[in-house]
């Protein structure tokens, strides 16, 4: 399967521990993006690297939250002493930059996340 | 702040029939809209990309329109099917591609 790939599918904690997520995009995709979709909405925004550059955070990523890409590869999502509310999906997308059809983001199927 | 907005309301049609889901967006006109296809439990999977200068775009049993002065997309699905059930997204291209999603309808075809 060459599409993205996110690990693990799901995941359940305890409050206050912490986590991590990890995403592999598309091979020769330079930008990844990271979103968190709760129950009934759509996805928003959390955090987007060029290659491994991280270029741009929402309001919504707190410090506990912070997200790698070492290599311009793949990419970690670590959420730090979680709490109830941090409880979603978190989707990871990746896109080529430099292409007509740059905008298409492709994503993987997601890390769901539930704290207790 | 830039909005998207969609029936949150699910749609019910007969298979057969034409679905149309509507999204509509706030302030300036975004570059381009995306349509996006969600199942539960799985990531959006993209359908089409309709861009400001665009009326229409199609692909197939699909259709989007872009109406800047109602500031309007319309998605269709003619002669829908079952398999067709699904959510349906909309969003907004934005600076550094960054997509802005509305909420979702949700499409139950019945057969």
């Known amino acids: 399967d060459t599409g993205v790939s996110q690990n693990p599918r799901h995941k359940i904690t305890k409050r206050g521990q912490n986590v991590t997520f990890r995403c592999d995009p598309i091979s020769e995709h330079n930008r990844l993006y990271w979103y968190r979709q709760t129950l009934g909405q759509g996805p928003e925004f959390l955090t987007y690297f060029q290659n491994e550059a991280q270029l741009e955070k929402s309001r919504l990523l707190s410090d506990r939250f912070s997200a790698e890409r070492p290599k311009g590869s793949f990419s970690t999502l670590e959420i730090q002493r979680t709490e109830q509310g941090d409880s979603a999906m978190y989707l990871c997308a990746s896109s080529l930059r430099g292409t007509r059809s740059q905008e298409t983001q492709y994503f993987g199927p997601g890390t769901r996340l539930l704290v207790l | 702040s830039q909005k998207i907005e969609q029936n949150s309301e699910a749609l019910n049609i007969q298979e057969g029939k034409t679905a149309t889901l509507t999204c509509n967006y706030t302030?300036?006109?975004?570059?381009?809209l995306q349509w996006y296809r969600q199942d539960p439990g799985r990531g959006p999977v993209f359908l089409l990309l309709i861009r400001e200068n665009e009326k229409e775009k199609r692909k197939e049993r699909l259709k989007v329109t872009f109406d800047t002065t109602l500031k309007q997309s319309l998605f269709h699905i003619t002669a829908s099917q079952p398999a067709d059930s699904a959510t349906y997204l909309c969003?907004?291209?934005?600076?550094?591609?960054?997509?802005?999603f509305g909420g979702g309808t949700r499409l139950m075809v019945k057969p």
């Open positions: 969003a907004r291209g934005g600076q550094s591609n960054m997509l802005t």
């Open positions: 302030n300036y006109s975004p570059a381009y």
